[in-house]
């Protein structure tokens, strides 16, 4: 958007109370509803400091595992960085920065807004931008200059791409940071090619008593980071990569729902390489990894790269999810927001509560 136009959407929405639909992008323009909900006020930039050093190396120690999966993109986009006077940023599921790397003046610069290590970029703490967008909204999400919602952040432009595991929660956050005065029109693109990279070495975990399936409908793409993939327990879909559930026109409420005949047939077997029909109707090709062997587990359970042994309530047990739901007052988009976690996951937790106390009841007093 050019400088004037924003300029006059900034001044029909907090001027004078209108919603410019026609001229803000709709994830900024939710993001600024949500953010004056919040009770932020725009004209004065938060006063954020970053946490204390013990506190930051505390931090970073329990994402150990995400900053080690992230370092070979981290490393890659820090070069393009320098060469663009911009910063590339990993940021935890909350917002919290990890690791900044890049162009050391620019870094120093966005330092002076709490662009920094330790300090949260989520929407509650630091209004609409490229990271606590992109959380918010789960997807990815550019913010330009004056679309950012506190005016002093109008010198930055950001991209950013939440990072989610095979269950669909955001376990962190990838975004590229510089000057609004710079054309930054290639780093959405960018970024969303190095977490498809991240989100596909989650997948060489191990998922015991599981198949996976990877598979796409241009077989160029087969073994590549763009490939789909689907993880089934006996015939039922338990997780799946973004481009793997939109081959199959499904999301994540699809998962512990969703059959493999409901989303597809084998046609045909050349060697390893199957021929699939989508149940879209689509043709595809694919390949089943080779089957894990029994941990003794158990069917209930797979163990994910940070060593979480994770239910079928994904990421998240029963017991966080109550304590959010308490939080959130009940509100089940907060709760999930506050989790990163999708809202069926919420949604499924409180139906098995309704079914477990419909099964106390006693024939006669129901």
Do not use: Y
């Not at 209004?127 to 010198?155: D, L, M, Q, Y």
């Not at 003794?296 to 079928?312: M, V, Y």
């Amino acid at each position: 958007m050019d400088t004037v136009g924003i300029d006059s959407a900034r001044e029909a929405f907090f001027g004078e109370g209108r919603l410019p639909v026609m001229t803000v992008r709709p994830p900024v323009l939710q993001s600024w509803i949500r953010c004056t909900d919040l009770g932020l006020g725009q004209r004065l930039l938060p006063s954020l400091a970053p946490l204390p050093e013990g506190d930051l190396r505390a931090l970073r120690d329990r994402h150990n595992a995400l900053r080690r999966l992230c370092r070979p993109e981290l490393e890659t986009l820090a070069g393009e960085a320098r060469e663009t006077g911009s910063v590339v940023i990993l940021a935890d599921g909350d917002g919290m920065i990890l690791d900044t790397l890049g162009d050391l003046g620019f870094a120093a610069r966005a330092a002076q807004v709490a662009l920094q290590p330790g300090v949260s970029w989520k929407e509650a703490s630091t209004g609409t931008n490229a990271i606590g967008t992109a959380i918010a909204e789960r997807k990815p999400v550019a913010v330009h200059g004056s679309e950012h919602f506190f005016a002093g952040h109008g010198v930055l432009s950001c991209a950013c791409t939440p990072i989610m595991d095979p269950r669909g929660a955001i376990i962190g956050a990838l975004d590229i940071s510089g000057p609004s005065a710079i054309g930054h029109g290639h780093a959405l693109g960018m970024i969303r090619m190095a977490v498809d990279q991240i989100e596909h070495r989650l997948f060489r975990q191990r998922f015991d008593d599981c198949r996976v399936l990877r598979f796409h409908d241009d077989p160029a793409m087969l073994g590549s980071s763009r490939e789909g993939i689907l993880v089934f327990r006996e015939d039922r879909l338990v997780a799946g990569n973004r481009r793997g559930l939109a081959l199959v026109d499904r999301h994540w409420d699809a998962l512990d729902e969703s059959s493999i005949e409901e989303l597809f047939e084998e046609r045909a077997h050349h060697g390893a390489v199957l021929e699939l029909r989508l149940g879209t109707g689509a043709s595809a090709v694919g390949r089943w990894d080779a089957p894990a062997e029994r941990s003794g587990l158990g069917n209930a359970h797979f163990e994910d790269s940070f060593g979480h042994k994770n239910s079928a309530f994904a990421i998240r047990d029963a017991e966080l999810i109550e304590s959010a739901l308490v939080e959130a007052r009940g509100n089940v988009s907060k709760a999930a927001r506050q989790l990163g976690i999708h809202r069926s996951t919420i949604h499924r937790h409180l139906g098995r509560q309704r079914e477990a106390r419909a099964a106390d009841i006693p024939d006669g007093q129901r």
